[in-house]
Structure formats: structure tokens, C-alpha cells
């Protein structure tokens, strides 16, 4: 088992923000027993369930971000900043080499991490771990906005956190198409030099 940072960080941040919003919005009461070790347990438990939601309603996400960012940056449409510069070339070789998965792109990018992770290149499961915590800071700060109004009965406040969900989910974006890149690129570095 290897020790990762962004696994603990994407654990204890998103855990950590609605233990924060219930303990102090005293949704709970705040008992005299709770010590600092027995609070980073229940934070990492609150984000360790925060990380499975994520992972269940991802499709929304993508649904959110305008599709899957594995499906859309391999589409000749696709003009968006994160375009790739030799589409043709992955076109070209996909057709060659997965000729039965030829038709069908939304296949491409699973045969592809394949044949990345097997190497797992260290930059590349970087880029999955800053997804992840994206993607469970942006659910936390979604899930603690309806606690917040509900503890506090401020609507600044819950429009700052309603700014700070919204600035969220763009990053989550962001790195969801940075690591789907990533992935094209190791794979184009190895198999289409």
C-alpha cells in the first residue's frame, strides 16, 4: 500500500468542511470528549463517504461539464482549449490497432488507460489524484450549502459558499480534462511517437 497525500487530502479537506459546517452551525451538539485525533478520524470517515458519493453521481458531473471529457476530447468537433494537436495521428492509430473498437469512441479512452496504468507513469496517477480531489472538495461545498442555510439562515452566507461551489466544479472540470489529456498524450508518447 502506498501512502498518498492527495488520498489523504481528498479524504480529510472534503470530510473536514461538513464537520465544520455541522459542529459549528451546532446542528449537532459538541461534545466534551471529542479530542483532535477522534475529529481527523470523523472528518476522514465524513470524506471517505463524501469520495463514494462523488464517485456514484459522477455521471451527473459529466452531465454538468457537457459530457464525458474522455468522450469529448476525441471528437473531430471538439474546439475547445484543451484540443488535441494530433487527433488525426490517434485517429489514424486506433483505427489500425483496435479496429473492432474502431466506431465506437466512447471505448477509446478505457483501451488507452489500459495501456497507460500498466506502466503507471507517477504524472499521470498526479493528475487522477488532483481529479479526485476536485471533484470531493466540489461535492463537499455542494453538500454543506444546504446545511449552512439550514445552521446559519444566512443567505450571504450560503451565496458565498453557492460562488465557492460554482468556482468548484469549473476546477473539477478543468482537471478532469487535464488528466483525460494526460492520458492521451502518455499513450500518443509510447505508441505514436
Not at 4 to 25: E, M
Not at 39 to 63: K, N, Q, R
Amino acid at each position: 500500500m502506498n501512502f498518498s497525500v492527495y488520498d489523504v487530502l481528498s479524504k480529510l479537506l472534503p470530510g473536514g468542511i461538513l464537520f465544520s459546517v455541522v459542529l459549528l452551525g451546532q446542528l449537532v451538539p459538541k461534545s466534551d470528549r471529542l479530542t483532535d485525533v477522534l475529529s481527523l478520524v470523523i472528518m476522514y470517515l465524513v470524506g471517505y463517504f463524501v469520495d463514494a458519493a462523488a464517485s456514484s453521481i459522477e455521471p451527473l458531473l459529466f452531465t454538468l461539464m457537457g459530457g464525458r471529457p474522455s468522450t469529448r476530447l476525441i471528437q473531430d468537433q471538439y474546439q475547445g482549449r484543451h484540443q488535441l494537436s494530433r487527433l488525426a495521428v490517434l485517429v489514424q492509430h486506433v483505427q489500425l490497432t483496435y479496429p473492432e473498437q474502431f466506431a465506437d469512441r466512447s471505448l477509446w479512452f478505457d483501451l488507452l488507460a489500459r495501456t497507460v496504468n500498466q506502466k503507471a507513469p507517477p504524472r499521470v496517477t498526479t493528475f487522477q489524484e488532483a481529479y479526485a480531489f476536485a471533484r470531493n472538495l466540489s461535492i463537499s461545498l455542494c453538500l454543506s450549502l444546504p446545511l449552512i442555510q439550514l445552521a446559519f439562515h444566512s443567505w450571504y452566507l450560503a451565496a458565498a459558499v453557492a460562488c465557492l461551489c460554482f468556482l468548484a466544479l469549473r476546477r473539477t472540470k478543468e482537471r478532469a480534462y487535464y488528466y483525460v489529456r494526460e492520458i492521451i498524450n502518455c499513450y500518443m508518447h509510447e505508441k505514436c511517437p
